[in-house]
């Protein structure tokens, strides 16, 4: 983006007092020129951003950090410009903070290239949908909620229903097949997790082609607000000057959302819906809109929703998942059950799962499964009241079926191993095809429903191959 010229950056160097420090906001008062909104200020180390400008001579600033120390008078610097990133191969096997500055504990970085973080999103005419899946190794999203290569994908659910493991699973199949960088972007959730997926990265020998960046739940609203335009600002270089294809996961999108509500509650403005800002749908989509791929490069995200009480009728779920290709719902029911990944079959999407895109036959067989699942669900009730036996023959075996499918669509997790104590398996499109199309086929079985779960392949299935 081109922003100004040199000489205006210039005289936007000014120096001004504090004026007025009310929680996280600032405000000061610059004799000269004031500085533009989204510029970077400086008080000492403390770095702020302009929200606001209150009147001639007066902005109003979000701290990007705690405001100790800080005191009225106080002399605060304009950089003439907004928050910028180092951006490049510099970046890559690093652990960042909001400005790009490294928290692993090694050198700084050796890049010359930087960009802003405020960034438009491309222009519609540049932007392609590929129709093309990326294959996970995770059956019940394989199955059916396929991924998109070059899209977005929603992983919703309420707190401990297993996002994170989930997330962290899709980070251990995907990122040493990928071919291109990834980049992690942690806002507003625990540091213990990031430091965990630092060393995991390491371990599985991908940290190299990985960038990860974080403003965890310790930190400022504002950070919390902008790492997510940081990280993608990383990311539309690589897609852009580098070509490359880019896969951005995010853990936890609800969490940019709820830093935008404290930014606003901070600025004083009027809250809207359930207390959220009035101004969501625009903040969510300045970030959405830029995840996106061109013919340059593709980015394909991967996003954890974290949804407050449970309730997917709230305002943030509903307007995050307006922008995805794919919506994996995890369900309380099914984590209390122990049927890992925690996937409801019935409420998760894609657009991917269509006959022209998965084929004919993952079509029919997710199509199966579901009908089988749903009709499984309306028997429970008669089965609660008046017992299996009062069922049809027909009805029995549904209920067969669909108990051994739902085991079946469970999978020991590589990122689960530690407290699963089972070793993780990763399961391809095709096996796992394969296993539903022999349950489905099936209507009298001498197995026990048990032998389905927590297994990788179908050991028929396995062998055959
Ligand atoms: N695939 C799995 N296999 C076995 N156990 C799991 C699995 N997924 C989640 N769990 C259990 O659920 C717990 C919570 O998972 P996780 O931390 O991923 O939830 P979350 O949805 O990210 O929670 P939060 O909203 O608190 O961040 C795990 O600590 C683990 O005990």
């Given at each position: 983006?081109?922003?100004?010229?040199?000489?205006?950056?210039s005289?936007?160097r000014?120096?001004g007092?504090?004026?007025?420090?009310?929680?996280?906001?600032?405000d000061v008062?610059?004799?000269g020129?004031?500085?533009?909104i989204?510029?970077?200020?400086?008080?000492g180390?403390?770095?702020?951003?302009?929200?606001?400008?209150?009147?001639?001579?007066?902005?109003?600033?979000?701290?990007?950090?705690?405001?100790?120390?800080?005191?009225?008078?106080?002399?605060v610097?304009?950089?003439?410009?907004?928050?910028?990133?180092?951006?490049?191969?510099?970046?890559?096997?690093?652990?960042?903070?909001?400005?790009?500055?490294?928290?692993?504990?090694?050198?700084a970085?050796?890049?010359?290239?930087?960009r802003?973080?405020?960034?438009?999103?491309?222009?519609?005419?540049e932007?392609v949908?590929?129709?093309?899946?990326?294959?996970?190794g995770?059956?019940?999203l394989?199955?059916?909620?396929?991924?998109?290569?070059?899209?977005?994908?929603?992983?919703?659910?309420g707190?401990?229903?297993?996002?994170?493991?989930?997330?962290?699973?899709?980070?251990?199949?995907?990122v040493?097949h990928?071919h291109?960088?990834?980049l992690?972007?942690?806002?507003?959730?625990r540091?213990?997790e990031?430091?965990?997926?630092?060393?995991?990265?390491?371990?599985?020998g991908?940290r190299?082609?990985?960038?990860?960046?974080f403003?965890?739940?310790?930190?400022?609203?504002?950070?919390r607000?902008?790492?997510?335009?940081?990280?993608?600002?990383?990311?539309?270089?690589?897609?852009?000057?580098?070509?490359?294809?880019?896969?951005?996961?995010?853990?936890n999108?609800?969490?940019?959302?709820?830093?935008?509500?404290?930014?606003?509650?901070?600025?004083?403005?009027?809250?809207?819906?359930?207390g959220?800002?009035?101004?969501?749908?625009t903040?969510l989509?300045?970030?959405?809109?830029r995840?996106?791929?061109?013919?340059?490069?593709a980015?394909?995200?991967?996003?954890?929703?974290?949804v407050?009480?449970?309730?997917?009728?709230?305002?943030a779920a509903?307007?995050?998942?307006?922008?995805?290709?794919?919506?994996?719902?995890?369900?309380?029911?099914?984590?209390?059950?122990?049927?890992?990944?925690?996937?409801?079959?019935?409420?998760?999407?894609?657009?991917m799962l269509?006959p022209?895109?998965?084929?004919?036959?993952?079509?029919?067989?997710?199509?199966?499964?579901?009908?089988?699942?749903?009709?499984?669900?309306?028997?429970?009730?008669?089965?609660?009241?008046?017992?299996?036996?009062?069922l049809?023959?027909a009805?029995?075996?549904?209920?067969?079926?669909?108990?051994?499918?739902?085991?079946?669509?469970?999978?020991?997790?590589?990122?689960?191993?530690?407290?699963?104590?089972?070793?993780?398996?990763?399961?391809?499109?095709?096996q796992?095809?394969?296993?539903c199309?022999?349950?489905?086929?099936?209507?009298?079985?001498?197995?026990?429903?048990?032998?389905?779960?927590?297994?990788?392949a179908?050991?028929?299935?396995?062998?055959a191959?």
């Amino acid at each position: 983006m081109t922003r100004r010229g040199d000489a205006t950056l210039s005289s936007q160097r000014a120096t001004g007092t504090v004026t007025r420090i009310r929680g996280d906001v600032v405000d000061v008062r610059f004799p000269g020129a004031v500085p533009r909104i989204q510029d970077m200020l400086h008080a000492g180390a403390l770095r702020l951003e302009v929200a606001s400008l209150l009147n001639q001579d007066t902005v109003r600033c979000i701290a990007l950090a705690p405001v100790r120390g800080l005191g009225l008078g106080g002399e605060v610097t304009a950089s003439g410009a907004p928050i910028e990133v180092p951006v490049g191969e510099a970046v890559l096997g690093r652990m960042l903070n909001l400005f790009g500055e490294p928290i692993d504990g090694g050198p700084a970085l050796q890049t010359g290239q930087r960009r802003p973080i405020h960034r438009p999103p491309p222009p519609l005419e540049e932007r392609v949908v590929r129709g093309a899946v990326l294959e996970t190794g995770i059956k019940a999203l394989d199955l059916l909620s396929p991924i998109e290569r070059g899209g977005k994908t929603g992983l919703f659910g309420g707190a401990g229903v297993g996002k994170t493991v989930l997330i962290n699973e899709l980070i251990h199949n995907t990122v040493s097949h990928h071919h291109g960088v990834s980049l992690f972007c942690g806002i507003g959730e625990r540091s213990r997790e990031a430091e965990e997926l630092y060393r995991e990265m390491a371990e599985a020998g991908v940290r190299d082609q990985t960038v990860m960046l974080f403003g965890q739940m310790n930190e400022a609203p504002g950070v919390r607000f902008l790492v997510g335009k940081a990280a993608l600002t990383m990311a539309e270089y690589f897609r852009d000057e580098l070509r490359q294809d880019v896969l951005l996961l995010m853990d936890n999108v609800f969490r940019f959302v709820q830093a935008g509500a404290e930014v606003s509650g901070l600025l004083g403005r009027m809250p809207s819906r359930v207390g959220y800002q009035p101004t969501l749908a625009t903040e969510l989509a300045s970030l959405q809109e830029r995840i996106t791929s061109t013919r340059n490069g593709a980015i394909t995200s991967v996003q954890a929703v974290y949804v407050p009480a449970d309730d997917f009728t709230d305002p943030a779920a509903v307007h995050i998942f307006s922008h995805l290709s794919a919506s994996v719902v995890l369900s309380r029911k099914r984590a209390s059950e122990g049927l890992y990944p925690a996937v409801d079959p019935l409420a998760s999407s894609s657009v991917m799962l269509t006959p022209a895109v998965v084929g004919q036959r993952h079509y029919d067989i997710a199509r199966a499964v579901r009908r089988t699942l749903a009709e499984y669900e309306e028997l429970r009730d008669i089965i609660a009241m008046l017992g299996m036996e009062e069922l049809s023959a027909a009805d029995r075996a549904v209920v067969a079926r669909a108990r051994r499918l739902e085991r079946f669509l469970t999978q020991p997790f590589h990122a689960a191993e530690s407290f699963s104590a089972t070793p993780g398996h990763r399961v391809s499109i095709e096996q796992t095809l394969a296993g539903c199309e022999a349950i489905l086929d099936r209507s009298h079985f001498d197995d026990s429903e048990m032998d389905y779960y927590m297994i990788g392949a179908l050991p028929l299935v396995r062998s055959a191959a």
